[in-house]
T-cell receptor, first 111, second 114 residues
Framework: NAGVTQTPKFQVLKTGQSMTLQCAQD?????MSWYRQDPGMGLRLIHY???????DQGEVPNGYNVSRSTTEDFPLRLLSAAPSQTSVYFC??????????FGPGTRLLVL | SQQGEEDPQALSIQEGENATMNCSYK?????LQWYRQNSGRGLVHLIL?????REKHSGRLRVTLDTSKKSSSLLITASRAADTASYFC??????????????FGKGTKLSVIP
C-alpha cells in the first residue's frame, strides 16, 4: 500500500492564480480531510469528506473548494491564491473511529 | 476551534530522562490519538487509545486516558536525541457530538539534549 499520497511536494504561485492539490489513498478509507499547518497554529481543518459525493467545511474553508467523486481521491482547489494561503497542506484519511494517516504534505508559497 | 490542548508548549530535557506531555479536551470522544512531527516533515501516528481504555504502551511510549478529567498524557521513557520533535494529540469526537473529524492541539515541542 502506498498509503496517502500528495502532489506536488512544493509549489510557488502568484497572487490570483489557481491550482489543485492532489490527494489519493489506497486504503479504502471513508473519511478524508485537508489540513493546513502554519507556525504556532497547529493543524487547522479546511474541508473533509465522509464518503464519495459527501463533503463539508472545516474550520478554515474560505478560498478553497473540494470534491470527492471517488473513494480514493480528494483534491483541494485554490480558487484565487492569496499570500495568506502560504502554508503547508496535509491530506489525511481514516476509517471511522480508527487511526488517521497523513500524506507527506505540500508546501505552498504564494507571492 | 481546537479541541485538544497540549501542555507544556515546549519541553527541554537531557538524553536519558523521561518526558511527559499532557492533553486536555472538552467534549466526549471515541478515541484520542498521539502524533509526532519532526521538523519540516509529516505527521507520524504513535498511539490510538479508545475511550474505554485507561493505559496503552508501545515501546518506550506510555499513554494514559482519564475520561472523567478529559485528559491524556504521553510519557516517553529514556529519551533520545532522535525523540526531538513536536507532539500532537488529536481527539476523535463521539458521533453524537455532530462532528466527524479529528481536531488537533497546537502541540508540545520536545527538545532532547545529547
Amino acid at each position: 500500500n502506498a498509503g496517502v499520497t500528495q502532489t506536488p511536494k512544493f509549489q510557488v504561485l502568484k497572487t490570483g492564480q489557481s491550482m489543485t492539490l492532489q490527494c489519493a489513498q489506497d486504503m479504502n478509507h471513508e473519511y478524508m480531510s485537508w489540513y493546513r499547518q502554519d507556525p504556532g497554529m497547529g493543524l487547522r481543518l479546511i474541508h473533509y469528506s465522509v464518503g464519495a459525493g459527501i463533503t463539508d467545511q472545516g474550520e478554515v474553508p474560505n478560498g478553497y473548494n473540494v470534491s470527492r467523486s471517488t473513494t480514493e481521491d480528494f483534491p483541494l482547489r485554490l480558487l484565487s491564491a492569496a499570500p495568506s494561503q502560504t502554508s503547508v497542506y496535509f491530506c489525511a484519511s481514516r476509517a471511522r473511529r480508527e487511526t488517521q494517516y497523513f500524506g507527506p504534505g505540500t508546501r505552498l508559497l504564494v507571492l | 476551534s481546537q479541541q485538544g490542548e497540549e501542555d507544556p508548549q515546549a519541553l527541554s530535557i537531557q538524553e536519558g530522562e523521561n518526558a511527559t506531555m499532557n492533553c486536555s479536551y472538552k467534549t466526549s470522544i471515541n478515541n484520542l490519538q498521539w502524533y509526532r512531527q519532526n521538523s519540516g516533515r509529516g505527521l507520524v501516528h504513535l498511539i490510538l487509545i479508545r475511550s474505554n481504555e485507561r493505559e496503552k504502551h508501545s515501546g518506550r511510549l506510555r499513554v494514559t486516558l482519564d475520561t472523567s478529567k478529559k485528559s491524556s498524557s504521553l510519557l516517553i521513557t529514556a529519551s533520545r536525541a532522535a525523540d526531538t520533535a513536536s507532539y500532537f494529540c488529536a481527539t476523535d469526537p463521539y458521533s453524537g457530538a455532530g462532528s466527524y473529524q479529528l481536531t488537533f492541539g497546537k502541540g508540545t515541542k520536545l527538545s532532547v539534549i545529547p
